[in-house]
């Protein structure tokens, strides 16, 4: 559903902005983050994007509380417009909570490393690796030192 503001003959101009309700978020299984690990952060901004839904809706989700768990925002560099960051997983673990699915973050690490590395390095070693690999710096993400290692610190499941 959209709502349109009408065009002026003086400025000629329509806006349209997406109007998007909890209860039109995606399911689980209706996200891509591409061929992000599920460990992965994400700026606001990609976020948005990829679920298709109004940033300013969101941000009244999350000062509402809730929203998906943010990651503290000591963790990352400043950057314009003063994103917030998330891990994918607990996108996922939020949408699957408004929707009623189950949803098990260990069994969703270990997915994504049999289908990217083939069975048999299903471990959180493994995601640990993965993760140190990619680096303090993850496309629109820029993590502090003390943050980079807070972040690969939070990678162990019991």
Do not use: H
Request: aromatic content about 12%; some cysteine.
């Amino acid at each position: 559903m959209k709502y349109e503001l009408g065009t002026s003959s003086r400025v000629g101009t329509t806006i349209s902005k997406l109007a998007t309700g909890l209860s039109s978020l995606p399911r689980v299984s209706e996200t891509s983050f591409g061929e992000r690990a599920p460990w992965a952060v994400i700026s606001t901004r990609t976020l948005v994007a990829t679920l298709g839904i109004d940033r300013g809706n969101f941000a009244t989700w999350r000062c509402r509380g809730i929203g998906p768990a943010e990651l503290p925002a000591t963790w990352f560099r400043l950057a314009t417009g003063r994103p917030n960051y998330y891990r994918i997983d607990a996108i996922e673990a939020w949408l699957a909570g408004r929707c009623g699915e189950p949803f098990d973050t260990k069994s969703r690490w270990f997915d994504f490393l049999d289908a990217n590395l083939g069975e048999g390095f299903a471990t959180t070693d493994w995601v640990r690796r993965l993760a140190e690999a990619e680096g303090p710096v993850q496309s629109d993400v820029r993590f502090t030192a003390v943050g980079w290692q807070a972040y690969l610190d939070g990678l162990i499941l019991s």
